[in-house]
């Protein structure tokens, strides 16, 4: 939706609306059919939630969620479906992210369109959404060090100037804004994002400076 799809790096989100909670049966099948379209996903997979019209029209945060499912649940679907469909239901800050993007650049897939389904989301709360994302961006930098620094780089644009960006956006956002030290960081961790390669390796202690510069302004009010 953002025009920046990586198939080596991107997963593909989507939410289902519905204006009834479904049956125990009914997301069964869907997770079912998730699961035999993931041979034709991107590596990194597809995450869906399924939301009722309600919340979606008349925002709540945390958000509700009727059922979720990504690549990291794939065991546990396989497993014991029944089980897995029964208990993940609950609420999700992170939702309240995905209705902001929808309502700036995402589209429908079927049924009704954007402006008819979601109502606003408050700044407030979608601040709140995307800082929860990062508190632990200086453990998991090291691990995965592409898309911290340059989900960092997003949260502090839209804390600073308002903007909902993508990730590529984000960084270039970041080569223009922030201090020239960390712009070198930021335009290599851009280009592996962009690229085919696997991930390289960050320098430990230059990726934990820049998360600690970026953490601090993001949490100064």
């Known amino acids: 939706a953002f025009g920046c799809f990586n198939p080596f790096k991107s997963d593909i989100d989507f939410i ?11 997301k069964e099948a869907l997770i079912k059919t998730l699961l035999d379209l993931s041979t034709d996903a991107p590596s990194k997979g597809l995450e869906m939630s399924i939301v009722l019209s309600g919340v979606c029209k008349n925002f709540i945060y945390p958000t509700p969620f009727e059922l979720h499912y990504s690549i990291a649940h794939l065991q546990r679907c396989e497993d014991d479906l029944r089980e897995y469909c029964t208990s993940m239901n609950g609420i999700d800050k992170d939702l309240a992210a995905h209705f902001t993007v929808i309502k700036h650049v995402g589209y429908t897939l079927i049924g009704k369109q954007v402006s008819e389904v979601f109502g606003e989301v408050p700044k407030e709360d979608y601040l709140d959404s995307i800082k929860a994302d990062i508190v632990d961006s200086k453990e998991d930098v ?4 592409v898309y911290i620094i340059l989900n960092l780089c997003r949260v502090l644009a839209y804390k600073n100037n308002s903007l909902v960006l993508s990730k590529e956006q984000g960084a270039l956002w970041g ?6 030290q960390y712009i070198a960081l930021v335009s290599r961790a851009l280009n592996n994002y962009k690229s085919e390669e696997i991930e390289e390796s960050f320098d430990r202690e230059e990726s934990l400076i820049f998360c600690n510069y970026m953490i601090e302004n993001i949490f100064t009010t």
């Open 175 to 180: 080569i223009d804004n922030l201090p020239k």
């Open 16 to 26: 289902v609306v519905v204006d009834n909670p479904p049956a125990i049966e009914e």
């Open 142 to 145: 090291i691990e995965n060090p």
